[in-house]
Structure formats: C-alpha cells, structure tokens
C-alpha cells in the first residue's frame, strides 16, 4: 500500500480547465495501475482514466478527447480541458498492483481526493 496526495482542483467555467497531479509516497511506477476515479453527490464513484505500467493511458467515454493522463515515475496527472458541468465530483486517486480495473474494490489505495467545481 503506498500514500497518495491529489492536489489542482478547483473551481471553472464550463469550457475552463484544471490540472490534477497525484503524488505518490511509494514506488509506483512499474507494476502499478494508477487511475483517477471521480465521484459526484449521490452518484457512485467511476473511474475516470487510468494507466498500468507504460501502456497507453484508458479513459472513459465521457472524457475521451477533453481528458489526458500522464504518468512520470510516482507522479500522475490528469489534465482537463473543456470542462463541463457534469464533470464536477470529488477527484480521487488510486493505486492498485497488477493490471487495471475499473471497480474501485480492487484498489488498494486512495488519496484523500480533490474537489472539481464546474458551474457558470
């Protein structure tokens, strides 16, 4: 299990943007699935994007185009761009060994998360 911080959230415009970073404390950068999931009030939580190992990054439908992770050695980013409205959600983090998944229960870690306003 490793210590993972968010920080970049924030408050925008729709069509603005934000860029997430998560730090993590361990080694995370081999044999690890990084994501960043978001969960909005009274919705479940969803997996936004994610990432194992060197592979290309996986998103969901909902971002494709607008949304790009990246991953350098135990730090990942989220970069968001035309953001919109149904995009607002707490934004968290997770690391899990092996490969990727896409229900939160098979991660292993979290951050504390980091909070994504969308409104005009």
């Known amino acids: 299990q490793v210590l993972l911080l968010e920080s970049g959230g924030g408050s925008v415009q729709p069509g603005g943007s934000l860029n997430l970073t998560c730090v993590s404390s361990?080694?995370?950068?081999?044999?690890?699935?990084m994501a960043w999931f978001r969960q909005a009030p009274g919705k479940e939580r969803e997996v936004v994007a994610r990432v194992y190992y060197n592979y290309d990054p996986l998103y969901v439908d909902s971002v494709k185009g607008r949304f790009t992770m990246t991953r350098v050695a135990n730090t990942v980013y989220l970069q968001m761009t035309n953001l919109k409205l149904e995009d607002a959600a707490m934004y968290y983090c997770?690391?899990?060994?092996?490969?990727?998944?896409?229900?939160?229960?098979?991660?292993?870690?979290w951050g504390l998360g980091t909070r994504v306003t969308v409104s005009s």
């Open positions: 997770a690391a899990r060994t092996d490969y990727c998944r896409t229900d939160p229960s098979e991660f292993t870690s």
């Open positions: 361990g080694r995370t950068n081999s044999d690890f699935c």
